[in-house]
């Protein structure tokens, strides 16, 4: 079955400190892909996605993911974290052949330490 | 410009009951996905109404039935609740159906099944 899987359940780091959170999925087609971010009391919002084009994305926030098609990742990264990005990231895939479905991943819980 | 709006917020229920949650898209919205997360857990998929139809359905068992209005608004509607049936019921709104569309989520209903 396909699946999502973030490794990392809970990351915790200081103002000013590099991010970088894993995402890695099962599935050998033709996939979209999406970060989505759940800021305390808020609901999901999307972060960034990927369709097609450049494997290096920009998003909201200051947020970026890279496609590695290669290793099934899409990896989010921002190089300097402030207090305000302390939420909840989830990683989903979009499967080309099953529509609007979303497949999620566990989640990743980002605190960040003034 | 109203996002994706959910009724009730927080919703009690005994075993065996049923119970139904409502959702309004966002705007311009078509389209209406419905997701259970589990404490802890991502979203999972249970179904997407477009044009009053489901058309794509999760790994979720028929207690589980929906319906879309023509208004666009949908209602998730569980029968003979189940303690594991305790989550956050999440509804997303897009433009169309396919692989393409961006969701957009609502807060969410808790559910809670004692």
């Known amino acids: 079955a396909q699946s999502v899987s973030q490794h990392n359940h809970h990351v915790i780091l200081s103002e000013a400190a590099s991010l970088e959170l894993g995402c890695n999925y099962s599935?050998?087609?033709?996939?979209?892909l999406f970060w989505y971010v759940q800021y305390p009391g808020q609901h999901l919002q999307l972060l960034l996605k990927y369709f097609s084009g450049d494997p290096l994305v920009k998003g909201i926030k200051g947020f970026e993911a890279e496609f590695i098609k290669s290793k099934f990742s899409f990896n989010l990264r921002k190089p300097s974290v402030q207090w305000s990005d302390t939420a909840e990231y989830f990683c989903?895939?979009?499967?080309?052949?099953?529509?609007?479905?979303?497949?999620f991943g566990q989640g990743t819980e980002l605190s960040v330490k003034p | 410009d109203a996002g994706v709006t959910q009724s009730p917020t927080h919703l009690i229920k005994t075993r065996g009951q049923q119970v139904t949650l409502r959702c309004s898209p966002k705007?311009?919205?078509?389209?209406v996905s419905w997701y259970q997360q589990a404490l802890g857990q991502g979203p999972q998929f249970i179904f997407q109404y477009y044009e009053e139809e489901e058309r794509q359905r999760g790994n979720f068992p028929d207690r589980f039935s929906g319906h879309q209005f023509p208004n666009y608004s949908s209602e998730l509607n569980v029968n003979a609740l189940l303690l594991g049936d305790s989550a956050l019921y999440l509804c997303?709104?897009?433009?169309?159906?396919?692989?393409?569309?961006?969701?957009?989520f609502g807060p969410g209903t808790r559910l809670t099944v004692t």
């Open positions: 989903a895939v979009n499967l080309y052949n099953q529509g609007g479905k979303l497949i």
């Open positions: 705007s311009g919205h078509d389209t």
């Open positions: 997303a709104s897009s433009d169309q159906t396919g692989v393409f569309s961006e969701q957009y």
């Open positions: 599935y050998g087609g033709t996939v979209n």
